[in-house]
């Protein structure tokens, strides 16, 4: 009976080892599609429809953009084209996390993407932006991952901490001495903020990332396009401001609180707040995709006096930040044309 068993698990063991190797050797026979293409495209992408709208706006205003075809997988609608020359799809991520990074993965999956340039609204949390200001974060914060615990009955004012968050806020500690761009954690009543763990390939565990930075180069670019594009101004004909640089942050709320607001800047030092970008930035990073994404101010994330004016100000944000993102092409065209020439 010991040898029957020993022969049936060393079987098992034999096929659970070449089914690994098999695994290892082939993965491309499972997906997703590998591409090879040399000019591979740029991703524009908006989360919803004030954005897309004024991104569509401006490509039928100009003779050099073009939309040449359009398709709709699994619900999500591409539209295919060239911007002077370079290939680009557009698409709308959908609002919050889980439907920017789904449409984001998908769109990687399905097209040759290797840069992605993300425009949208968001509210401020500068107390120096209006709307209709600019940002350009160059790092994307999750904000609302997080634990939330009940107060301690023994001392007013603390909370009852599991043993892994009180070992993880060491860990910050320790890495915000090292890393000034960590959160300044400290917790919003019973909610305490955590980070959650990412895995991409060649890391052997998940890591804990407190942020995903935008790429340098396209930050870069950013800064010449601000010097580039026309002044840009509202309606009423107020100049804009635009900052490149910064933090943004991302979760899964509209927040219109100012005490939530406040913590914001605390904790994050953030410019902007919305629901798509830090999510995007992830799956980007995932992938070694690069990007960088502009956010307009449509509102004061709660900083206002009175009711949010969110839903008077999304399009016309929607159209200043578009004519920086143009703006940006314009640079992106100018260094693929130049590196075709090299």
């Known amino acids: 009976m010991f040898k029957k068993r020993s022969?049936?698990?060393?079987?098992?063991?034999?096929?659970?080892l070449m089914a690994h190797a098999t695994y290892a050797k082939d993965i491309s026979a499972y997906g997703p599609k590998e591409f090879s293409d040399k000019n591979k495209?740029?991703?524009?992408?908006?989360?919803?429809?004030?954005?897309?709208?004024?991104?569509?706006?401006?490509?039928?205003?100009?003779?050099?953009?073009?939309?040449?075809q359009t398709l709709t997988i699994k619900g999500v609608k591409y539209q295919l084209g060239a911007y002077k020359g370079e290939p680009v799809v557009i698409f709308t991520t959908g609002i919050s996390v889980p439907n920017a990074a789904m449409t984001m993965q998908m769109a990687l999956d399905y097209f040759p993407i290797d840069r992605v340039v993300m425009m949208g609204i968001a509210g401020a949390v500068n107390p120096d932006f209006q709307p209709g200001d600019i940002s350009v974060p160059e790092r994307w914060y999750f904000h609302d991952e997080s634990v939330y615990v009940n107060p301690d009955p023994n001392e007013e004012g603390s909370f009852v901490l599991p043993d892994y968050y009180e070992n993880a806020l060491q860990r910050y500690k320790k890495r915000r001495e090292q890393d000034p761009h960590s959160p300044a954690y400290e917790n919003f009543g019973f909610i305490h903020p955590e980070e959650?763990?990412?895995?991409?390939?060649?890391?052997?565990?998940?890591?804990?990332?407190?942020?995903?930075?935008?790429?340098?180069?396209?930050?870069?670019?950013a800064k010449k396009a601000v010097k580039a594009v026309s002044p840009i101004n509202m309606p009423s004909g107020k100049p804009i401001q635009i900052k490149v640089g910064g933090n943004g942050v991302t979760g899964s709320v509209f927040l219109d609180n100012a005490e939530y607001r406040n913590w914001l800047q605390r904790v994050y030092?953030?410019?902007?707040?919305?629901?798509?970008?830090?999510?995007v930035g992830q799956v980007c990073f995932v992938n070694d995709v690069d990007w960088?994404?502009?956010?307009?101010?449509?509102?004061?994330?709660?900083?206002?006096?009175g009711k949010n004016v969110e839903n008077v100000f999304d399009g016309i944000a929607s159209g200043t930040g578009t004519k920086l993102m143009i703006g940006l092409?314009?640079?992106?065209?100018?260094?693929?044309?130049?590196n075709n020439i090299l």
């Open 7 to 16: 022969l049936h698990l060393l079987l098992i063991s034999s096929i659970l």
């Open 41 to 68: 495209w740029t991703a524009i992408v908006a989360a919803y429809a004030p954005e897309i709208k004024a991104i569509d706006q401006a490509f039928d205003q100009m003779p050099d953009a073009q939309i040449n």
């Open 196 to 221: 959650m763990a990412i895995v991409k390939q060649g890391w052997h565990k998940p890591k804990q990332m407190p942020y995903f930075t935008a790429t340098p180069e396209l930050i870069e670019l």
């Open 269 to 279: 030092d953030a410019q902007v707040t919305e629901m798509e970008s830090a999510a």
């Open 292 to 305: 960088v994404i502009i956010r307009s101010i449509s509102d004061l994330a709660g900083g206002q006096h």
């Open 329 to 338: 092409l314009d640079q992106i065209v100018k260094v693929e044309k130049a």
